[in-house]
């Protein structure tokens, strides 16, 4: 029966929802950080991942490494390091804790990989790697390019597009490598070792795209700096984008911001050849148009000076518009010959438009991105797979579903959990949780296990 009554009080939150909101909040005001402290409390289960603690004098706060992250990591910190790490802010809804996601993880101070950055910069600065006078010229027109970087990352598709659009008559030849990873070093010095004994490019682009420090460290590796120095071919470093600079840039014989730049400065522009061409056929014609007046002002000159005799004027006249008509037939040869000239460079031209490149390189992309959505959906449905195994592994061993099974906690006021009958006495008052809710009772009375 409806008494009238209607409940003033404002809406309460959920746990749930209230977790829910506090994510989102702490996500949304810290992008990332760059937290420094020292690491307390590390553990490896067997699922990959690393938890741990960082903290100062006064605090602590909780960090998950997850096994995606951590694989990158050279060497697992130790208990007590002093570390700095970035990652994302973010709370664990299902127990509210506060916590960092960590995406990398350094010693603090100058960083490792900073450190053995500088120290091998200065290794090889000291052997002469860097200087000037050991880097060898580039060629003005190259017959040949090759280019070291990935198949199929963006690096190889901006070299092209600059190409095709500069020069497409110019021959590319890729030397695929890996550009990432703990492979990618020996994959590197591979594909130019490759490319050196290949013999046909006589200039060569070692690069990708840009990425974070860790991304680009196969091109700070030793190994790939003395590959580089010791490949004779003209070497064009183009790693990144224009604020990334690593060993290989210092060792190359060139260095390009990114590697559209370098396709741009190897490249001659077909437009500047269009220009010279017009050029040459503009003097050219300027050439013949004042050698026919020189011609015609000697014919006026010599015509003045004839004597009278009829016979020899008549000879001298005739040989004059012999010369003219031979002048003008082999003017009329020398421009046809140009215009076939000029005629067959523009078929040349119009045979090596970049059209049909782009139209391959569409399809080209059109099918990965076919492979890309395939993959992409058969790893979601995957994952989806793997949520739903560790969610059902997960109930099997939640304590929600032993309080299911009729068991219960039993906390003290305090809320600490009663695990001996002896830690009680009679007065004492207990909260009990059950499968759904809470039990608050008074202890009445307190017996062991044996009695």
Same mark, same amino acid.
């Given at each position: 029966?409806?008494?009238?009554?209607?409940?003033?009080?404002?809406?309460?939150?959920?746990?749930?929802?209230?977790?829910?909101?506090?994510?989102?909040?702490?996500?949304?005001?810290?992008?990332?950080?760059?937290?420094?402290?020292?690491?307390?409390?590390?553990?490896?289960?067997?699922?990959?991942?690393?938890?741990?603690?960082?903290? /100062?004098?006064?605090?602590?706060?909780? $960090?998950?490494?997850?096994?995606?992250?951590?694989?990158?990591?050279?060497?697992?910190?130790?208990?007590?390091?002093?570390?700095?790490?970035?990652?994302?802010?973010?709370?664990?809804?299902?127990?509210? /804790?506060?916590?960092?996601?960590?995406?990398? %993880?350094?010693?603090?101070?100058?960083?490792?990989?900073?450190?053995?950055?500088?120290?091998?910069?200065?290794?090889?600065?000291?052997?002469?790697?860097?200087?000037?006078?050991?880097?060898?010229?580039?060629?003005?027109?190259?017959?040949?390019?090759?280019?070291?970087?990935?198949?199929?990352?963006?690096?190889?598709?901006?070299?092209?597009?600059?190409?095709?659009?500069? $020069?497409?008559?110019?021959?590319?030849?890729?030397?695929?490598?890996?550009?990432?990873?703990?492979?990618?070093?020996?994959?590197? %010095?591979?594909?130019?070792?490759?490319?050196?004994?290949?013999?046909?490019?006589?200039?060569?682009?070692?690069?990708?795209?840009?990425?974070?420090?860790?991304?680009?460290? $196969?091109?700070?590796?030793?190994? %790939?700096?003395?590959?580089?120095?010791?490949?004779?071919?003209?070497?064009?470093?183009?790693?990144? =984008?224009?604020? /990334?600079?690593?060993?290989?840039?210092?060792?190359?014989?060139?260095?390009?911001?990114?590697?559209?730049?370098?396709?741009?400065?190897?490249?001659?522009?077909?437009?500047?050849?269009?220009?010279?061409?017009?050029?040459?056929?503009?003097?050219?014609?300027?050439?013949?148009?004042?050698?026919?007046?020189?011609?015609?002002?000697?014919?006026?000159?010599?015509?003045?000076?004839?004597?009278?005799?009829?016979?020899?004027?008549?000879?001298?006249?005739?040989?004059?518009?012999?010369?003219?008509?031979?002048?003008?037939?082999?003017?009329?040869?020398?421009?046809?010959?140009?215009?076939?000239?000029?005629? =067959?460079?523009?078929?040349?031209?119009?045979?090596?438009?970049?059209?049909?490149?782009?139209?391959?390189?569409?399809?080209?992309?059109?099918?990965?991105?076919?492979?890309?959505?395939?993959?992409?959906?058969?790893?979601?449905?995957?994952?989806?797979?793997?949520?739903?195994?560790?969610?059902?592994?997960?109930?099997?061993?939640?304590?929600?579903?032993?309080?299911?099974?009729?068991?219960?906690?039993?906390?003290?006021?305090?809320?600490?959990?009663?695990?001996?009958?002896?830690?009680? %006495?009679?007065?004492?008052?207990?909260?009990?949780?059950?499968?759904?809710?809470?039990?608050?009772?008074?202890?009445?009375?307190?017996?062991?296990?044996?009695?």
């Amino acid at each position: 029966m409806d008494s009238g009554f209607q409940d003033s009080r404002p809406r309460a939150l959920s746990v749930s929802e209230l977790n829910h909101q506090a994510r989102h909040l702490l996500e949304a005001s810290f992008m990332q950080v760059w937290v420094e402290g020292e690491l307390s409390g590390f553990s490896r289960p067997s699922s990959g991942h690393w938890y741990f603690s960082l903290k /100062d004098r006064k605090c602590q706060i909780r $960090c998950a490494m997850f096994r995606g992250f951590n694989q990158r990591v050279k060497e697992i910190p130790k208990e007590g390091e002093q570390v700095r790490i970035r990652g994302k802010v973010t709370l664990y809804e299902n127990r509210g /804790d506060f916590q960092i996601i960590v995406e990398h %993880v350094e010693p603090a101070g100058l960083g490792a990989l900073q450190q053995a950055y500088e120290e091998l910069k200065r290794k090889l600065q000291m052997e002469g790697l860097f200087d000037a006078a050991r880097k060898k010229p580039l060629p003005s027109t190259p017959r040949h390019i090759g280019v070291v970087t990935s198949p199929t990352g963006a690096a190889i598709h901006d070299i092209l597009t600059v190409l095709a659009r500069r $020069c497409p008559a110019i021959p590319v030849t890729l030397y695929p490598t890996a550009v990432q990873g703990q492979a990618a070093t020996s994959d590197i %010095v591979r594909a130019i070792d490759r490319a050196a004994r290949h013999g046909v490019a006589d200039v060569l682009i070692i690069g990708r795209g840009g990425g974070s420090l860790e991304d680009l460290w $196969c091109f700070n590796e030793e190994a %790939v700096a003395r590959a580089i120095a010791a490949c004779p071919l003209p070497t064009v470093s183009a790693v990144g =984008h224009e604020v /990334d600079v690593t060993i290989a840039d210092f060792v190359a014989d060139l260095r390009a911001p990114t590697p559209s730049a370098a396709a741009e400065k190897i490249s001659p522009d077909q437009q500047d050849w269009l220009r010279q061409l017009r050029e040459r056929e503009r003097r050219l014609a300027g050439a013949a148009s004042r050698a026919l007046k020189r011609m015609g002002t000697q014919l006026e000159h010599l015509s003045a000076r004839l004597r009278d005799p009829r016979r020899e004027l008549m000879e001298k006249a005739q040989r004059m518009d012999d010369l003219d008509l031979r002048l003008g037939k082999a003017m009329r040869q020398r421009i046809e010959r140009e215009n076939v000239r000029t005629e =067959h460079l523009g078929q040349r031209l119009r045979m090596q438009s970049p059209a049909k490149r782009l139209n391959d390189n569409r399809r080209s992309v059109s099918q990965l991105s076919e492979r890309l959505a395939r993959v992409a959906r058969q790893s979601v449905v995957q994952r989806q797979e793997r949520l739903e195994h560790l969610a059902q592994t997960l109930h099997v061993v939640s304590p929600l579903a032993t309080l299911g099974r009729g068991y219960a906690i039993v906390q003290q006021e305090n809320g600490n959990i009663v695990r001996q009958a002896s830690e009680l %006495v009679p007065g004492d008052r207990i909260t009990a949780r059950v499968a759904s809710g809470h039990l608050e009772a008074n202890v009445t009375a307190v017996k062991s296990g044996n009695q």
